[in-house]
């Protein structure tokens, strides 16, 4: 059974960093490309990021590009989402996933001062 | 970047009736479409892929159809556990962008 598990969110100032991961389990990790995506309270679903099954290629939405980066360690199975500068409208759950099917229960981030 | 244009962007409906949502890409996504259906405070869950494909252990009231620009997404006779907000996703080009959503309620 495919698992994601992400930790690492919380409450966070504006201006601050914070570091997302993402375990997974139940799949042969390195073989696969991984996303995160996010959703604002009340609001739709937005992808974030993009990393290739081998961390070669990665991908960002315009407004996370120079603050945000994806990376993976295929030897622990673990998936990442280094957050700087950190904006109130970053604040938002995040998703995990292996698209298009497999997805994390996701965790929250809040930046608020 | 891909705009994905849902409509309606809620449905107010009866159990038992049939429902069709609509996405329309505003360029080709040559069948690069997932749908998804979400409920409230649980991540999403893949429906339909590649604009037609059920996703395996989706129930076949659940059905994908389009081309091109234009996709839609059927629900016959629409069952209790269908409440949910339900969206499509260009999976053809980066941004990976989704449609604004449809929120299905009971009348």
């Known amino acids: 059974e495919v698992q994601l598990v992400e930790s690492g969110g919380g409450l966070v100032q504006p201006g601050r960093s914070m570091k997302l991961s993402c375990a997974a389990s139940?799949?042969?990790?390195?073989?696969?490309?991984m996303a995160w995506v996010r959703q604002a309270p009340t609001k739709g679903l937005e992808w974030v990021a993009t990393i290739s099954y081998d961390g070669s290629s990665t991908y960002y939405r315009d407004s996370v590009k120079g603050r945000f980066t994806i990376s993976r360690d295929n030897a622990k199975s673990t998936l990442y989402l280094q957050m700087n500068s950190l904006r109130s409208e970053d604040t938002a759950t995040y998703y995990c996933?292996?698209?298009?099917?497999?997805w994390g229960q996701g965790v929250m981030v809040t930046v608020s001062s | 970047d891909i705009q994905m244009t849902q409509s309606p962007s809620s449905l107010s409906v009866s159990l038992g009736d049939n429902v069709t949502f609509t996405c329309e890409a505003s360029e080709n996504i040559y069948g690069f479409l997932a749908w998804y259906q979400q409920k409230l405070g649980k991540a999403p869950k893949l429906l339909i892929y590649g604009a037609t494909n059920l996703e395996d252990g989706v129930p076949t009231r659940f059905s994908g159809s389009g081309s091109w620009t234009n996709y839609s997404l059927t629900i016959s006779s629409l069952e209790p556990e269908d409440i949910a907000t339900y969206y499509c996703?260009?999976?053809?080009?980066?941004?990976?962008?989704f449609g604004s959503g449809t929120k299905l309620e009971i009348k």
């Open positions: 139940g799949f042969t990790f390195s073989n696969y490309g």
């Open positions: 996933t292996r698209a298009p099917r497999d």
């Open positions: 996703q260009n999976n053809h080009v980066y941004p990976l962008t």
